[in-house]
Nanobody
Framework: QVQVVESGGGLVQAGGSLRLSCAAA????????MAWYRQAPANQREFVAA???????NYADSVKDRFTLSRDNAKNTMYLQMNSLKPEDTAVYYC?????????????????WGQGTQVTVSP
């Protein structure tokens, strides 16, 4: 069962822009800190940005001032606006939803990953 779905990747020239989206079911999205990670070939997966349920954001230094993360709780969707893209931003971008379900007195943590969307920035 797919819990989070990314979209919006593609090919862009350096200096260009792309917007990534990540949608999730309401039962998941409303309980999640949502985040983006990326993985370039031969590299480990790295943190890009995250947004809490309350809307607080955090960015990796490498993308700060170029990328903007937001969430639309009415649409259960997170957006990553990527501007001034560089070739080193080329990677597969993964959406992550992390939180917990509360059922009665039980807390059930979850940590869902999307399938990834390719972003390629040409020089």
């Amino acid at each position: 069962q797919v819990q989070v779905v990314e979209s919006g990747g593609g090919l862009v020239q350096a200096g260009g822009s792309l917007r990534l989206s990540c949608a999730a079911a309401e039962s998941t999205f409303s309980r999640s800190t949502m985040a983006w990670y990326r993985q370039a070939p031969a590299n480990q997966r790295e943190f890009v940005a995250a947004v809490t349920i309350g809307g607080d954001t955090n960015y990796a230094d490498s993308v700060k001032d170029r990328f903007t993360l937001s969430r639309d709780n009415a649409k259960n969707t997170m957006y990553l606006q990527m501007n001034s893209l560089k070739p080193e931003d080329t990677a597969v971008y993964y959406c992550n939803a992390k939180g917990e379900y509360i059922i009665g007195r039980n807390k059930l943590p979850f940590d869902y990953w999307g399938q990834g969307t390719q972003v390629t920035v040409s020089p």
